[in-house]
């Protein structure tokens, strides 16, 4: 069962084509519409990849998937789910979140990524001072701005101090401060890729240790950099840890503050670090791993108090003292420290941080070029003309409005293919950024002329990413396949997920059915006593041996506030991961157990309860599981009844040969 719903959801991810060609043969209908040989031969093939060899099916089963899930998709779409504004509203959304990754130039993104990884092995200490001027400013201000921040970068080259003249002449406030900020006189610390906007980064990591950088632009002006420092970048590190989850109100559970405490105790003692992980940590992905947790950088972890503590640790093998957390009580050691990944391992999260970056001016630049090859633009001749007349004195303040004249908006601006922009559209987008408009000495040219050329290649990135589908094969199968994908969930959701959940009576009879897959193995009510010493489990054999309680027992061997032992009581069943791998279900004190130096078991079992049923309650999350299987395996039947299904013998005869 395992093995057919791992094999549905990649084939579930997966039937989509970009298109068929002439002589691509009809391999079965449903209700008469056709699906390809070629879309069932490429999905085929994928999973043949994808799955182990020993978990691969025969073509038979694939192709009875894989008719199932069409039928699952004729049922959608008859439905009308696809319609759906919740639908349509989420796939829109994935659609434009997908675009982005087709929406770059490979060579331009490679070379911007190889640069991005280079720099984040260093982290640069840099001053710098701003003059502000904007982006839209009149050429004799631009100039003014530039003289202004050469004059200041003069002075420092002649022996100024950078950080009197940050603090004189900057306009970043924090360079002088204020009654709540001390002034930071330029100073930015430490910084690597991606902490600052791209033209200021490059100038730093561009710029020697103790030299000071010509003038740069960015958005907020023109700033000259100087380089404090330059260190290595701190890169990621392993640790494992112990983790006792927080008592849950009313939950008859050990006090986690003090076992925590008890565990450490241990530790410092000489007990095992990753035997007492394995024994006791509650995080039950890394407890059987003895608590390693994968490696992590700064900023990976959902919890920074657990990542400062980690990260404070210095040698292997060191260990924290226990700490709180979000998630509950902790207790770190530090495996190994790592330097940064390889570049391969680093460039899809590296790529992904640069479309979201100011970087990607350097992508659309190359985009364009392409998209200007790949479609047929055309320009108004008097387009940029018309609109340099409106520039009067009007439009550089709030009082400008849009044209009124119809004639005059409804004039083509550009057009892509068949698609026309139109002076309205370019009138209105000035109009919505007249905010930058506002200027000091404006130039109406200039500005016409630049807002002209963001508004076009706009439009042009825009109508590239509309187009996607038709001249990106790659897009076109992996947006099929979510647009298909997600039509499923909300299938599946109302037809069986749902039903499963809210049909107690269903669920009810379905468990009463099937109550021999749900039983309990052999369990113990018992005591399971954990030492680190054998000295010590032979004394708590004794005493258990002796009928004393677990506090008297702790009074006797936990001294000099040394933890010699730590009790877990409660019900295990067999095979449970506390016990002993050989432990024998017998009434009494056990023999003492020793998986390793350090690890020594006593179990103490009061009560041997046999197998039994599970009672429902116990576990409800398991047969709805089941339950929803077993509807689902019903619900295709009627799929196969309701729709009819063509399979053209044929056709599917060759396929077999082929593959076989």
């Known amino acids: 069962m395992k093995n057919s719903i791992q094999l549905f959801l990649i084939l579930l991810v997966s039937f989509t084509t970009f298109g068929q060609s002439k002589k691509d043969k009809v391999l079965f209908t449903i209700e008469g519409e056709p699906t390809y040989v070629s879309e069932f031969s490429r999905v085929y093939k994928k999973n043949l990849d994808i799955i182990d060899e020993k978990d691969q099916k025969e073509i038979e089963e694939y192709f009875d998937l894989f008719v199932e899930y069409k039928l699952k998709l004729k049922e959608a779409k008859n439905l009308k789910l696809d319609e759906k504004d919740s639908y349509v ?175 450490y105790s241990q530790i410092q003692d000489g007990g095992d670090f990753g035997a007492l992980a394995k024994r006791f940590s509650e995080d039950r992905s890394s407890g059987v791993n003895k608590g390693i947790l994968p490696k992590f950088g700064r900023g990976r972890l959902r919890s920074k108090i657990f990542e400062d503590v980690a990260f404070s640790l210095d040698k292997a093998k060191e260990i924290s003292k226990p700490f709180k957390s979000e998630f509950g009580w902790h207790i770190v050691q530090l495996i190994s420290k790592h330097p940064m990944k390889s570049y391969e391992e680093e460039k899809p999260l590296l790529e992904r941080k640069i479309k979201n970056d100011k970087r990607a001016n350097v992508i659309n630049t190359s985009i364009l070029k392409k998209i200007n090859q790949l479609y047929k633009i055309e320009e108004g001749k008097t387009a940029r003309a018309d609109f340099y007349k409106l520039a009067d004195a009007s439009f550089f303040s709030k009082n400008w409005k849009k044209p009124t004249d119809k004639t005059f908006l409804d004039k083509t601006l550009f057009q892509i293919n068949d698609t026309r922009v139109t002076y309205d559209e370019f009138a209105t987008y000035l109009l919505k950024n007249r905010s930058r408009n506002m200027v000091k000495n404006p130039d109406a040219k200039g500005f016409i002329n630049r807002n002209y050329k963001e508004f076009m290649d706009n439009k042009l990135l825009s109508f590239y990413e509309s187009d996607l589908e038709n001249v990106n094969e790659d897009f076109a199968a992996i947006y099929g396949e979510y647009r298909d994908g997600l039509l499923l969930f909300d299938l599946m959701e109302n037809e069986i997920w749902n039903k499963a959940k809210t049909d107690t009576l269903g669920l009810e009879k379905f468990f009463n059915d099937n109550k021999e897959d749900y039983k309990w193995k052999e369990r113990v009510e018992a005591v399971i006593a954990s030492c680190s010493k054998e000295a010590s489990a032979k004394k708590v054999q004794e005493l258990l041996e002796a009928g004393k309680s677990l506090d008297e027992i702790k009074k006797a061997v936990n001294k000099d506030s040394k933890v010699n032992v730590i009790f877990s009581p409660g019900v295990f069943e067999k095979g449970h991961r506390n016990l002993p791998e050989d432990f024998k279900f017998t009434k009494g004190v056990s023999k003492i157990y020793n998986d390793g130096k350090t690890d020594f078991t006593i179990v103490k079992v009061d009560k041997i309860i046999p197998e039994s049923y599970k009672k429902l309650s116990e576990i409800k999350g398991k047969v709805i599981s089941d339950y929803q299987v077993y509807l689902e395996k019903e619900w295709v039947t009627s799929l196969k009844k309701n729709y009819e299904v063509k399979i053209n013998k044929r056709v599917y005869r060759k396929l077999e040969k082929l593959v076989k």
């Open 89 to 263: 509203k989420e796939l829109a959304g994935y659609r434009k979140q997908l675009s982005r990754n087709y929406m770059t130039d490979n060579n331009a993104t490679e070379k911007l990524t190889k640069e991005a990884y280079d720099r984040l092995q260093k982290e640069v200490k840099a001053s710098h001072i701003l003059i502000n001027v904007s982006l839209d400013a009149a050429p004799k201000d631009t100039l003014a701005a530039y003289n202004k921040i050469m004059d200041i970068r003069k002075s420092i080259l002649e022996g100024a101090d950078f950080g009197e003249m940050a603090v004189k002449h900057s306009d970043d406030p924090s360079a002088k401060g204020n009654q709540k900020v001390a002034a930071n006189k330029g100073n930015l610390g430490y910084f690597s890729a991606f902490r600052m906007v791209y033209p200021f980064e490059s100038a730093a990591f561009n710029t020697q240790k103790g030299e000071v950088s010509m003038p740069v632009r960015t958005q907020f002006g023109y700033h000259i950099v100087k380089v404090e420092d330059i260190r290595d970048n701190a890169g990621e590190i392993t640790v494992a840890h112990i983790l006792l989850l927080d008592k849950k109100e009313g939950e008859n559970k050990e006090d986690p503050e003090q076992k925590i405490k008890d565990i």
